[in-house]
């Protein structure tokens, strides 16, 4: 009301001369005509999935590097919407995994650390939880430990990021359909002594581990739920051998798209150790994991073109390391330059791909991006 209000005020001068104009002289030029502005863009048809890919620590010049640094293309290029978002958390102009995490999942800023929780620790509902209550599939893939802050945030509500053995459990209290990543130790070896591998297989799981073979190997029964363990604690980096994001992603896409049926999914993809590489002021580890993730987005995409029902955003909660591309740099022979070990404010982008696609243009709140999913999905 108050805006309706104080726009005809701000119209209403112009308003007075118009009609003083049409009063007093012969009409030189037909009358203004005043329009309203455009409603904002709406969906017309929305995507039955929706698959958000965050590259942790991956700002513009980590995506720079991995394309330079890869013959001058990516994957990412494939997107038709890009978009920029603030990601800064509400204690802290710097954020951290946390809080941009629940950003995303919740709609809400938090503290620094805070996962799934509001500025007072309270939990709060995440798109990961009301897409099991609206009846959809659901699924976290990382190349961190599952527990890690980014999946936290979409399945667990603690006031602080390191409580592990915690996040572990809240497993449990979910029906979460597909998890891919390390940190089988928050499972099997507990302080309480409690052993969530067989609890998760009581609840009906196929659960499995590295030592039991690759990931592909294993026997996949689409009517159960499905649990993988890439490694008792942190995976491996690319550089050391780890090879599993594209087909473990590739996995997750096919198994939540024929256990769905005609409900459809939600899955979060994350490259996590962008960010590790970041903080250790590393460009080539930096530059490995943005590729692998990269190469991960492209067998991402490639489902989503055949699906044709599926919205694809790719974005990064932060930058890390202040990275820059220095004089002297040649395309595949980069001079990087690190101006911290932690991460920084710069805005980040968003790209996105589908059936609600064009929601995720523009400037906006890490948070708006919790919304456009919604919004995307008629919630
Ligand atoms: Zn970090």
Not at 205 to 226: C, H, P, Q, W
Not at 244 to 259: G, I, V
Request: with cysteine; proline share 5%.
């Amino acid at each position: 009301m108050w805006k309706k209000v104080s726009q005809l005020i701000k119209y209403l001068p112009g308003l007075f001369t118009l009609l003083l104009g049409v009063a007093c002289s012969p009409p030189s030029t037909p009358p203004q005509v005043m329009v309203a502005p455009d409603p904002p863009p709406r969906v017309t048809e929305g995507p039955k999935n929706i698959i958000l890919m965050i590259g942790d620590g991956m700002g513009i010049s980590q995506i720079s590097a991995g394309l330079y640094q890869n013959d001058n293309q990516l994957n990412l290029e494939r997107f038709p919407i890009v978009g920029l978002h603030k990601p800064y958390s509400s204690d802290n102009l710097i954020p951290d995994s946390a809080s941009g995490a629940t950003a995303f999942s919740t709609g809400r800023k938090t503290y620094n650390g805070g996962v799934g929780v509001d500025e007072d620790g309270n939990p709060i509902g995440t798109i990961l939880e009301e897409a099991e209550e609206e009846g959809l599939s659901t699924g976290l893939v990382t190349t961190s430990t599952i527990v890690h802050a980014t999946p936290a945030a979409f399945i667990a509500h603690v006031a602080q990021r390191n409580e592990f053995e915690a996040i572990a459990a809240q497993f449990l209290d979910t029906e979460i359909d597909f998890f891919v990543g390390g940190g089988r130790k928050y499972f099997s070896r507990r302080s309480d002594e409690r052993n969530l591998l067989a609890e998760l297989e009581a609840a009906g799981y196929f659960v499995a581990s590295f030592e039991k073979g690759e990931l592909t190997s294993m026997e996949i029964d689409y009517r159960r739920n499905f649990a993988y363990f890439t490694s008792e604690a942190d995976p491996e980096t690319v550089q050391q051998g780890r090879h599993y994001l594209k087909p473990a992603s590739k996995l997750a896409c096919t198994f939540l798209n024929r256990k769905s049926g005609e409900e459809g999914f939600f899955l979060m993809i994350e490259g996590a150790q962008i960010d590790w590489g970041g903080h250790n002021q590393d460009m080539d580890y930096m530059v490995s994991e943005m590729i692998d993730f990269d190469e991960t987005i492209g067998a991402v995409l490639d489902f989503a073109e055949e699906d044709d029902q599926t919205l694809v955003i790719v974005t990064a909660d932060h930058e890390t390391g202040g990275f820059a591309i220095n004089p002297g740099s040649a395309q595949g022979e980069l001079i990087g330059a690190f101006t911290s070990d932690y991460h920084t404010a710069v805005l980040i982008p968003v790209f996105a791909y589908g059936p609600g696609a064009e929601l995720f243009g523009g400037v906006y709140e890490n948070t708006a991006i919790y919304q456009k999913m919604r919004s995307a999905w008629g919630w």
